[in-house]
DNA sequence: AGTATAAACGTACGGCGTAAAGAATAACGA
DNA sequence: TCGTTATTCTTTACGCCGTACGTTTATACT
């Protein structure tokens, strides 16, 4: 009964995923992936519903991207991997990163992950409660490292204005000298190695929920 | 010279935080927020270069709600309240806290918290280095708290479908046996007491950072 | 071959951010 | 006091967005 289609959702999902890597999200819109496609925007809503289920399917495809470790290395070490890989897939396709924070995996592909990890925290000795709480908070600090870091959020930091007239400058230094002082070193250092310092100290603390013998 | 300004950018900030509060973020247009201010879309353009400027400006406004503790109290308390009271502000204005992750404090009132921070680190004995590390993973794990319970990112949690066609449901089970037992934790766990718990790991983590004594 | 049906297309609508240009208003120098 | 001038505000309009709606096209089964 059907015509045999010349677009799936796969298709779709992968060349938005190109447009937005080379594009940036701003020109991800219907007109332009179908341009890309090389057919109308309204073609797109035959496999989509609406545009918020093409970077749902786009979030689906980077998901499926991070790689589940191999069983039998350790809750930590499987933590750490999940983790590693999660970011390296982000910071590979930037523009579309901020989709993995809006939505959580879905199909099996991108569950796999989810399910190496889960399984790996199973084994050894964190229960159902304890699986999901470990697996809360990393998730919680890969993303917010991610946010932080894609935003250039601490970039420049270029010290408060004055409050609007035209105040001296060195007022600044002088009611915050703290935030002169440490701000530069915000956007210094090493992003790879302050994430690796956070993951560290989470699964350190996430040892002592273990029932310890 | 300047006619006396009906509108100024304190009060268009706090007119687009209502908006969000109360109408949420797709309805905060530039007309509807002229509106609101009994003017015209084009009228707060000269108050602000565009739509993102005002924005940040509410951003600011949040910011500057976030408690500065007093001093005296230790760097652990210090770091847990500053972190809570930017949780209890987002939780405030829900609609509006994705602001809080894109721009960074930049007004002397939105770097009061920042600034007494910072100072607690520094009397504790942290070096500016090792100062701007801990600020930067707290930032990192309550943001990312934020982000996930914000977007009701674990809600529901379906487990995964079928690829495609019409396989039975069993498979899913079958296939992410683990997803199934551990997914249904996700959502039913107290928001509160998870935040509560992963910013005591890392302040645990980060006193390791100090030169013990 | 005929027909049902899903896929693709074209057009159109309301709404968005904001550029541009003119009208209105307040503070200042004379 | 009265232009002059700097600023705010208004009006109009442009190009773009997502997508509703109706039509055309191409297949697969009878």
Redesign the pocket.
Known sequence: ???????NERAIAEAALAVLDAEGIEA?????LAEKLS?????L???FP???AVLEAVAQLLLAEIEAPPPGIGWQETARRIMRSARTVTLRHPHAAPLIARFPPRTPDALAFVEAGFRSFRAAGFDPHSTARAYRALVAYSLGTLEVELGAYFAAHPAAQAPAGSLDQPSVGRLLPTVDEVGPELAASDPQAEFEFGLNVLITGLEALLPHR
Request: glycine fraction near 0%.
């Open positions: 009964m059907p015509r045999k289609a010349r677009l991800l819109t219907m007109r332009h057919t109308s925007a309204m073609a809503y035959n496999h609406d545009k918020d």
